[in-house]
């Protein structure tokens, strides 16, 4: 179906090290975009692929979006106890309505 | 700009009763949608309108209903309240398929 999948679920990391979660479709996606969901708080958008083979950076934050537009992934470097909350990515669910379909979530913990 | 605005922040309802959940917006968006998020499920979208006098069902729209008379506003109606709809609720809003803006959602118990 539409839906994208997400791995890990969860993810505990000790503070300084690598974190990864990935996006995939079954299907060619349009774009993709992810948001960062901090614990009791609200889903707040990071970022938007759209070509493929994208890589954009933000700080200790590189997004990716594969060669065939069907997966993405958001790698954090040197994590911080701040990068602690749910990662979602997130798909068009039809054609630019503002339609948006999630994966489940990656939660990151990050031990001090 | 206040951006988008929910209320109530929780409530709790008996199974049965129904009740308006209110969302509303600041920024002219014509996207506005509903969204459910339940431990381990992600955020399931649940309706959704692309202007004023115009909604569809998301992923999970039973007992659900919406209606869109103003840009502004997008009001979401449990019709009968069960403990299944026990959730945290967010309302979004867009303009197409860009940023979604969400508010900081209601959280809703039914017994």
């Known amino acids: 179906g539409q839906q994208v999948m997400q791995i890990p679920q969860y993810q505990h990391v000790q503070e300084g090290e690598d974190f990864t979660t990935y996006c995939n479709s079954s299907?060619?996606?349009?774009?993709i975009q992810w948001y960062k969901q901090r614990p009791g708080g609200h889903p707040v958008f990071l970022i938007q692929?759209?070509?493929?083979?994208e890589v954009k950076k933000q700080k200790r934050l590189t997004f990716q979006f594969g060669e065939a537009k069907k997966n993405s992934s958001l790698h954090i470097t040197a994590t911080q106890t701040t990068d602690v909350g749910t990662y979602f990515c997130?798909?068009?669910?039809?054609?630019?309505?503002?339609?948006?379909?999630f994966g489940q979530g990656t939660t990151l913990q990050v031990k001090p | 700009n206040a951006g988008v605005t929910q209320t109530p922040k929780f409530q709790v309802l008996k199974t049965g009763q129904s009740m308006t959940l209110q969302c509303a917006q600041d920024?002219?968006?014509?996207?506005m949608s509903w969204y459910r998020q339940d431990p381990g499920m992600g955020l399931r979208l649940i309706h959704y309108?692309?202007?004023?006098?115009?909604?569809d069902q998301g992923e999970v729209p039973n007992g659900y209903n919406v209606s869109r008379s103003t840009t502004e506003d997008f009001p979401l109606r449990l019709l009968s309240a069960a403990p299944s709809q026990t959730s945290v609720y967010f309302c979004?809003?867009?303009?197409?398929?860009?940023?979604?803006?969400f508010g900081p959602g209601t959280r809703l118990t039914v017994t």
């Open positions: 997130a798909r068009d669910g039809s054609g630019n309505t503002g339609k948006l379909i």
């Open positions: 979004a809003s867009s303009t197409g398929f860009h940023e979604q803006y």
């Open positions: 299907t060619t996606l349009s774009n």
């Open positions: 692929l759209v070509k493929s083979g």
């Open positions: 920024m002219n968006h014509e996207y």
């Open positions: 309108s692309v202007g004023a006098g115009i909604t």
